[in-house]
């Protein structure tokens, strides 16, 4: 009589027997995961496609539920995600989920994107499936973008003003793709409803199928071995040596080389799960009410580079640059492997690309750095919140004092700061005696140039005279006043024409 | 000879059954391949004929010229903008829809140089579209985003746009301002604000057209005041 083990056994046999009988997936999907692969492909540095997969499953549950209580209408979007937040119970944490998940999934596909670029496996066999990558990376580009106007706020409205402002610098059709932009002449309910449907819809599933397509290749031509450097990729000769090289030393996938992405797909969750619990879901800001004009948007951290590189572009290039550089930036990740698909692999054999890596890494590194403090731009309350510190105004002559006040009440402090407070986008006024002479500051100012607007309409006098006398004494006391050095070629017999009031003695 | 050459014989009556088959089998099949393509030509063009319309309604928001779009609202009364002054004004998007929510609101800068003359700037930069803000001390506008700035009359004062900001045409009926407001003002959508006449429907004869077209450059034009203010 056979045990009750065995019983179930032959019982689960036959029910698997059956279902394979009739579905014919379950046998070729447990030979797909089994599949040898190279041993020295099984390492922590391969982690990064499955993870992002997961990322994606992630994405995928967390905005279905999202879409539970999502209302996609210019009237209710921003009030349905204040529901999500305040009343929904646990809505706050899938929100938090969904927008930390979207931030993680940029950061592990760019990882991903730059390990397989440094270890050149976008070479032969390999180059559709790095070209169906560069089209994985732009979609989740395009969903974080998508994602943002989601969340229908302040930031959101501005950021598809400055998308709009963007296409209509195309030649001849910037108009009409303004209008395909926004689905009607301003932004609005249009607006939303289509970018709700590329981000539900149609990114998505091109996004889908994308990965479908990269992971059918990834079986196909096997996990790339590790790269060796003098290893060189020919194509007459690569396959063998793969096909040799997975026979000697070949591992099952599953679970041999599947167990490490395993443990970092859930320490990757956990991270996601510990910045959603800890951090919180992202804004939403003030409502997207474009009479509130008391905002300074920005965009998302992913698209922080951009928004800092349009500040510091001359308008002269700036449209060539942004319409021209992207094409070329995505035309260039596109045909890489079409001319670079032999050769080489390993990067101490590719000094080119590891010096791209890093400039590429470190531009977008400064520029997203810059782009989280905006030197570039004003301060709009300084001239009413940052006074000027006591100790620069403590000896001075009533006129000077009034200069100060000259100084605050013309917003230069927008722009300059003093004792660390204020703009940045003109440098610093604390030693600007020591570096410019009265003759040289009165002109900059009423005249402007470089990046100053001109002050001469805005100014009395009066108040140049009262501002100057004030600016005269920002020189630390250690440092001489600036003097024009071609005075003595010019006027050879007289001083300096306008001595700087020397600075006073701090208390 | 020279029948066989003219006329080819067919593969008949002394050929093997089997071949007569496999030749009957040929002919179907070139009959089948035929009629395969003949039902793929007819796809592509019930297709192309199902294409066009749906391409049509996608294609729908592109269609419309900016310089259609828009019509003429009131911003208020002239005496809510005092002489001398730059105040912000709100009006509802003459082009909104009933789903538009708080987007349908916009923003402008009133500038009332005198009596009758009157500035009205759209409250994006045109650097790209962020909301500038007006100080009336140092009498410049000035863009959060990018620190574009812009002197009291509109024009580039410094910082990364390329032009002044955007204008919208101003008329006068009574004591009550209006602006032409259509398209979310961009560098290129911005042909909205350019002269049109002040009446929306259409002139019924060519004297109201005169009537309606300088109705509409009674007011001042941005080149006429350009020259206000020396460079």
């Not at chain 1, 989920?97 to 070479?123: E, N, P, R």
């Not at chain 1, 001083?495 to 700087?500: D, E, K, R």
């Not at chain 2, 199902?50 to 900016?66: D, E, F, N, S």
């Amino acid at each position: 009589m056979a045990s009750l083990k065995d019983r179930a056994r032959t019982a689960g046999s036959s029910l698997y027997d059956w279902v394979e009988l009739r579905l014919g997936l379950l046998k070729p999907l447990t030979e797909t995961a089994t599949h040898p692969t190279p041993e020295n492909s099984a390492s922590w540095l391969y982690v990064f496609g499955s993870a992002a997969s997961v990322l994606l499953v992630l994405q995928i549950v967390t905005g279905i539920l999202l879409a539970l209580a999502y209302s996609p209408s210019a009237n209710e979007a921003w009030n349905s995600l204040a529901q999500l937040n305040h009343v929904i119970p646990l809505g706050w944490y899938l929100r938090a989920l969904h927008g930390w998940g979207s931030d993680f999934m940029i950061a592990i596909v760019l990882l991903h994107m730059v390990q397989v670029f440094l270890f050149g496996s976008y070479k032969f066999p390999r180059e559709m499936t790095w070209i169906v990558g560069v089209g994985l990376l732009l979609l989740t580009l395009g969903m974080a973008f998508t994602g943002q106007v989601m969340r229908f706020d302040q930031d959101a409205y501005w950021g598809l003003g400055i998308g709009a402002s963007i296409s209509s610098h195309v030649p001849i059709v910037g108009p009409y793709l303004v209008h395909m932009l926004l689905g009607g002449p301003i932004i609005g309910g249009a607006t939303l409803a289509r970018f709700f449907t590329l981000h539900v819809f149609v990114i998505p599933g091109i996004l889908l199928g994308g990965v479908g397509l990269h992971v059918w290749m990834v079986l196909r031509h096997g996990v790339s071995d590790w790269p060796m450097p003098g290893r060189i990729v020919s194509r007459s000769t690569y396959q063998k040596q793969y096909h040799e090289l997975t026979a000697s030393t070949g591992i099952p996938f599953v679970p041999d080389a599947a167990w490490k992405d395993g443990v970092f797909a859930a320490a990757l969750l956990l991270a996601v799960m510990a910045c959603a619990f800890f951090f919180g879901p992202f804004g939403p800001g003030g409502a997207p009410d474009p009479t509130i004009i008391q905002t300074a948007p920005k965009p998302d951290f992913a698209f922080l580079w951009i928004y800092a590189l349009l500040a510091f572009l001359p308008p002269s290039i700036e449209t060539p640059v942004l319409l021209v550089a992207p094409v070329i930036g995505i035309a260039g990740l596109l045909v890489l492997p079409l001319f670079a698909g032999e050769g080489e692999r390993h990067w101490s054999r590719r000094p080119i690309a590891v010096l791209l890596v890093s400039v590429i890494a470190v531009t977008l590194g400064i520029f997203t750095h810059l782009g989280t403090y905006t030197p570039w731009s004003p301060v709009m309350s300084a001239w009413t919140s940052a006074p000027i510190p006591a100790k620069l105004l403590a000896n001075r002559t009533p006129l000077q004092r009034q200069g100060a006040l000259v100084l605050q009440d013309k917003q230069c402090r927008n722009c300059h700061a003093i004792a660390g407070s204020g703009g940045q986008r003109g440098p610093a006024l604390d030693m600007i005696a020591s570096r410019m002479t009265e003759d040289q500051i009165i002109r900059q100012v009423l005249q402007g140039g470089g990046n100053m607007p001109a002050y001469g309409n805005a100014l009395s006098p009066s108040e140049t005279k009262a501002l100057m006398q004030f600016l005269m004494t920002l020189r630390s006391n250690d440092l001489p006043p600036a003097i024009d050095s071609s005075t003595k070629l010019t006027h050879p017999g007289e001083s300096q024409t306008t001595q700087p009031t020397p600075a006073q003695k701090n208390p | 000879m020279s029948e066989d050459q003219t006329n080819p014989t067919p593969p008949s009556h002394n050929a093997p059954p089997g071949e007569i088959a496999a030749a009957a089998k040929a002919a179907a099949h070139t009959r089948r391949a035929f009629l395969f393509k003949l039902s793929l030509a007819m796809n592509a063009a019930v297709g192309a004929f199902l294409a066009v319309p749906l391409i049509g309604y996608l294609l729908g928001p592109a269609m419309k010229k900016p310089s259609e779009t828009g019509a003429w609202i009131p911003l208020g009364k002239l005496s809510d903008f005092p002489v001398g002054e730059t105040r912000l004004a709100e009006f509802r998007s003459p082009v909104a829809s009933f789903n538009d929510g708080d987007t349908a609101k916009a923003a402008c800068w009133v500038r009332r140089i005198s009596e009758d003359k009157l500035q009205v700037f759209a409250i994006n930069c045109a650097h790209l579209g962020c909301p500038v803000r007006w100080f009336a001390q140092s009498k410049l506008f000035l863009c959060p985003c990018h620190g574009g700035a812009y002197y009291e009359d509109g024009r580039r004062a410094s910082g990364p746009p390329e032009r002044g900001l955007f204008e919208y045409r101003t008329a006068l009926v009574g004591d009550s301002l209006l602006i032409h407001s259509g398209d979310m003002p961009t560098f290129t959508t911005e042909a909205v604000n350019k002269p049109k006449p002040l009446i929306q429907i259409a002139p019924a004869s060519s004297a109201d057209e005169a009537k309606a077209a300088s109705l509409s450059t009674n007011v001042a034009t941005p080149a006429a005041r350009s020259n206000e203010w020396p460079a």
